[in-house]
T-cell receptor, first 114, second 113 residues
Framework: DGGITQSPKYLFRKEGQNVTLSCEQN?????MYWYRQDPGQGLRLIYY???????QKGDIAEGYSVSREKKESFPLTVTSAQKNPTAFYLCASSISHRMNTEAFFGQGTRLTVV | RKEVEQDPGPFNVPEGATVAFNCTYS??????FFWYRQDCRKEPKLLMS???SGNEDGRFTAQLNRASQYISLLIRDSKLSDSATYLC??????????????FGKGTKLSVIP
């Protein structure tokens, strides 16, 4: 089945540790995105990538890093510099960066700092 | 002014009722519009795209008013299963030339038996 897969579903991290969230898609989509959602809040864009080996900062990139070495994969690293990392992280992809293309989401990773 | 604004609700309606949500956006150059549905603790899923001429999908009708920069979603004959948060999404090209989706915070709907 084609889709977008995030892992793990739940993740616990100690303060001061870096952690990497996985996002893989087999939809042959060019564009991929990472969003963060806090309780009762909307989705905020962390990073996005329109093509392999290229990515751009979103609205809240500080404390995060990404890579896009393969079309299928767009991992997100939450670094110790991110002061309030507990949140629901959503990865999405779209067929391209052309207009009128919707985004498809993975099931999300719920990160908790303990 | 926020880029995409929605009434957070909650909208509590009885089964069978008709309910309407509005969404306003600030970027007049926006080009694509969508409604997503998000269930509690789940990922958003596309409900429908919004076309300039308006479009309907079963009990759901979406309208776009470019002049006033708002989008609406009408749900007729509400079902219990319609209970969710509805996200308004506006897309377009940023100043840097990249295509971006901007999400509203969502409107929560609860359909009551």
């Amino acid at each position: 089945d084609g889709g977008i897969t995030q892992s793990p579903k739940y993740l616990f991290r100690k303060e001061g540790q870096n952690v990497t969230l996985s996002c893989e898609q087999n939809l042959n989509h060019d564009a991929m995105y990472w969003y963060r959602q806090d309780p009762g809040q909307g989705l905020r864009l962390i990073y996005y990538s329109q093509i392999v080996n290229d990515f751009q900062k979103g609205d809240i990139a500080e404390g995060y890093s990404v890579s896009r070495e393969k079309k299928e994969s767009f991992p997100l690293t939450v670094t110790s510099a991110q002061k309030n990392p507990t949140a629901f992280y959503l990865c999405a992809s779209s067929i391209s960066h052309r207009m009128n293309t919707e985004a498809f989401f993975g099931q999300g990773t719920r990160l908790t700092v303990v | 002014r926020k880029e995409v604004e929605q009434d957070p609700g909650p909208f509590n309606v009885p089964e069978g009722a008709t309910v309407a949500f509005n969404c306003t956006y600030s970027n007049s150059a926006s080009q694509s519009f969508f409604w997503y549905r998000q269930d509690c603790r789940k990922e958003p899923k596309l409900l429908m795209s919004v076309y300039s001429s308006g479009n309907e999908d079963g009990r759901f009708t979406a309208q776009l008013n470019r002049a006033s920069q708002y989008i609406s979603l009408l749900i007729r004959d509400s079902k219990l299963s319609d209970s969710a948060t509805y996200l308004c999404v506006v897309a377009g090209y940023s100043g840097a030339g990249s295509y971006q989706l901007t999400f509203g915070k969502g409107t929560k709907l609860s359909v009551i038996p």
